[in-house]
């Protein structure tokens, strides 16, 4: 139990955030994507925090695994679209940009929480290093 | 055994950085999961620590007098052994109650908290050392 274990587990939990806005910019760079390598168009992807335990302490958290928003598509009536189908419906993703927008502000508040959680640690670890220095 | 260090109050003063460190601990891992789904927030109250440490509490010290009296049991001396989960009420729907301000208000005061001991136990090494050397 040390400071230097304070700054792994907030470690965790910033590169935990940083993987989160990068799902959401995946999302939002994807937002109007009809077509990808498994057919069909983009599917929304989220994170799933999982919290580590080494033995029986904490350790921060991790991504557990990144998964696909089964959501279905928003169809959009475009015939000309070389992607519409019979009835002339195209199939965009599931992806909602102000939804994505107020996930990246809460991701990106949580990563600063993170960084000054480190920055404190690191803060006191140094004051502690000054004791007997007179 | 009564030595330098501890009229001094060294002991007590280092008791209570550690327990800070730990509590800092607790808080570094609440505000790592602030969006885990499920999770509960832990706490660690540094003045219910400190009061059964310093013998201070609510709670009466038991006197073993005699060899075979059961042991007092209260006071561990770990300050680990006193986190507890702060049991919120949860406002979200992933059942999440890490409330993001009061860690960050709590981290801050325990961080001045820190310091201050800190300050003091460097000034207790201070102090002795001009009265070991005598100038």
Do not use: C, W
């Not at chain 1, 992807?45 to 557990?64: H, I, L, T």
């Not at chain 2, 992933?94 to 709590?106: A, H, I, R």
């Amino acid at each position: 139990m040390s400071f230097t274990h304070v700054m792994d587990v907030s470690a965790t939990g910033l590169s935990a955030q940083r993987i989160r806005i990068g799902a959401i910019s995946s999302n939002l760079a994807n937002a109007q994507t009809t077509r990808t390598a498994d057919g069909g168009p983009y599917q929304r992807k989220d994170v799933v925090f999982e919290q580590v335990m080494k033995g029986e302490y904490a350790g921060g958290v991790r991504v557990q695994r990144v998964i696909d928003d089964e959501k279905p598509p928003t169809l959009k009536y475009e015939p000309d679209h070389p992607d519409a189908n019979e009835e002339g419906y195209v199939a965009y993703p599931n992806v909602n940009p102000i939804e994505e927008m107020v996930n990246m502000l809460e991701a990106s508040k949580s990563y600063e929480a993170n960084a000054t959680v480190f920055e404190t640690a690191k803060q006191l670890a140094l004051r502690a290093l000054e004791i007997g220095r007179a | 055994m009564r030595n330098i260090f501890s009229m001094s109050n060294v002991d007590k003063l280092s008791y209570g950085m550690d327990t800070a460190s730990v509590k800092n601990n607790v808080i570094a891992e609440n505000i790592a999961n602030v969006d885990t789904p499920t999770y509960k927030a832990s706490k660690l109250e540094f003045d219910e620590v400190m009061q059964d440490f310093l013998g201070t509490g609510k709670k009466l010290p038991l006197a073993q007098t005699h060899a075979k009296h059961f042991s007092t049991g209260g006071f561990s001396g770990v300050p680990a052994d006193y986190v507890r989960f702060q049991n919120n009420p949860s406002l979200r729907n992933d059942g999440n109650d890490v409330n993001l301000d009061y860690e960050m208000s709590e981290m801050a005061a325990n961080s001045v908290l820190y310091q201050e001991l800190s300050q003091i136990t460097a000034g207790t090494f201070t102090k002795l050392k001009t009265a070991i050397q005598g100038r």
